[in-house]
C-alpha cells in the first residue's frame, strides 16, 4: 500500500471511476440495496486510497492531521447561540441481542476523611453495535496490517504498541462537524434497513443544503435508526443496516474527511462486498488512517439543526487517554 500517493493509480483508479459510475450515479431518491463488490475490487480500492506515509512512517493520528489549528479556529466561530447537544446514548446496561456486553455500574457508599462519600465502578466492552464509541486506528487490520503498515501483532492484551486512541486524545477532536440527515433530505422517518448512502447521494444532498464537505471535517450521517427503533423495536441490525457503501471511501479521501459517524457503524449491512460485514471500516481505518464514530444518538443533533437552519457546528469529543488502546467510549458533543 505504501508509495501510492493521494489519487487513484493503475487498477485502483479504473476500479474506482467503475464503482462511482455504476454505484454512485443514482439520485438520492432512489437508494437501495447495495451494489456489489468483489474481493479483488475492495483490494484495489484499499490500495488505491492508501494514506500510509502521507504523514511520515510513524505518524499515529491519520486523518486527524487534516484538522489544523486554523481549522480549529474558524470551528470555533461557529459557536454563535451557544446551545450544546450530546451525540452519545446513554450507556446500556441491559442486555438484549444487539447488546450482549452491557455497561456495568456499581456504587459504593463509604466514610473517608469524617465524610459520607459515594463512588463508582464503570466497566464496558464497548464495540459493537450498542454503545457510543470511537474506534481507533489498531481496532481493524487488512492483511495482517493496522494503518500505516504496523503490524497486527502490535495488538497485545496490555495494548497496542502503536495508534493507540491515547494519541487522539492528547488534543482531541475540535473542528467543523456537518450532519447530513439522509431520512430529512428523502422525506421519510427513517431509511429502511439494507439501504446504500452513495456518492451521489452525498453530493445531491450538498447541493440542496449549499454547503461542501471540507478538509478537516467531521462528517456525521444519520439515518433514523433510533426513530425505527422506537417505532417497531429492535431488528436483527447486523443482517440488515442503512449505510454508506464502501465505494465512497475515495470519495472521504479526496474531500479530506478526518472523521465519520453515524447512528449505527457507517457500513451498510449487507455490505455488497464479497466476505466482508463491515468493509468500509475497513478501508477507512486501514486505509486511509480515519477513527470512526459508532452508534450514535444523532436525533436531538437533527431537531436542533432543523430548528436553527443550519447542518454545520463546531464538533468537540474527545477519547479516553488509555495507552495502546483500540478506542473508547465517549460523549460528543455539537455546539451551536
Known amino acids: 500500500m505504501k508509495g501510492q500517493g493521494m489519487s487513484y493509480t493503475g487498477v485502483g483508479r479504473a476500479i474506482g471511476l467503475v464503482l462511482f459510475l455504476t454505484i454512485g450515479s443514482s439520485a438520492a431518491w432512489s437508494v437501495g440495496p447495495p451494489a456489489s463488490m468483489s474481493e479483488a475490487e475492495f483490494n484495489a480500492l484499499m490500495t488505491s486510497i492508501s494514506n500510509w506515509g502521507r504523514w511520515g512512517k510513524e505518524d499515529q493520528l491519520g486523518t486527524l492531521n487534516l484538522i489544523t489549528e486554523k481549522k480549529r479556529k474558524a470551528a470555533a466561530k461557529l459557536v454563535r447561540k451557544g ?22 455500574h456499581k456504587l459504593s457508599v463509604s466514610e473517608f476523611g469524617g465524610h459520607q462519600v459515594a463512588g463508582d465502578k464503570y466497566a464496558v466492552d464497548y464495540h459493537g453495535f450498542a454503545h457510543s464509541h470511537m474506534d481507533g486506528l489498531p481496532h481493524f487490520a487488512h492483511k495482517g496490517s493496522f494503518y500505516n503498515g504496523v503490524p497486527y501483532s502490535a495488538a497485545q492484551p496490555s495494548g497496542s504498541t502503536a495508534l493507540g486512541i491515547h494519541h487522539a486524545g492528547v488534543q482531541g477532536v475540535f473542528t467543523r462537524g456537518v450532519l447530513i440527515d439522509m431520512p430529512k433530505f428523502l422525506g421519510v422517518d427513517y431509511m429502511e434497513p439494507g439501504t446504500a448512502i452513495t456518492v451521489a447521494d452525498l453530493e445531491a444532498w450538498e447541493k440542496k443544503n449549499r454547503i461542501k464537505i471540507q478538509q478537516g471535517d467531521v462528517l456525521l450521517i444519520r439515518t433514523g435508526r433510533w426513530v425505527k427503533v422506537a417505532a417497531d423495536g429492535q431488528w436483527n441490525f447486523l443482517e ?91 460523549n460528543p458533543l455539537a455546539v451551536f
Not at 87 to 103: G, H, I, K, R, S
Not at 294 to 322: H, K, M, W
Open 240 to 330: 440488515k443496516a442503512a449505510g454508506v457503501h464502501a465505494s465512497v471511501a475515495p470519495w472521504l479521501k479526496d474531500r479530506g474527511v478526518a472523521m465519520i459517524g453515524c447512528d449505527g457503524v457507517s457500513d451498510v449491512m449487507p455490505s455488497g462486498v464479497a466476505g466482508r460485514l463491515n468493509p468500509l471500516h475497513e478501508l477507512v481505518l486501514v486505509g486511509l488512517g480515519m477513527p470512526i464514530l459508532d452508534n450514535l444518538d444523532l436525533d436531538a443533533l437533527a431537531e436542533v439543526a432543523t430548528e436553527q437552519r443550519r447542518v454545520s457546528f463546531l464538533y468537540v469529543g474527545a477519547p479516553l487517554r488509555v495507552v495502546g488502546g483500540t478506542g473508547s467510549p465517549l
Open 83 to 104: 446551545i450544546s447537544v450530546s451525540l452519545a446514548l446513554e450507556l446500556n446496561t441491559v442486555a438484549d441481542p444487539l447488546n450482549a456486553n452491557p455497561f456495568e
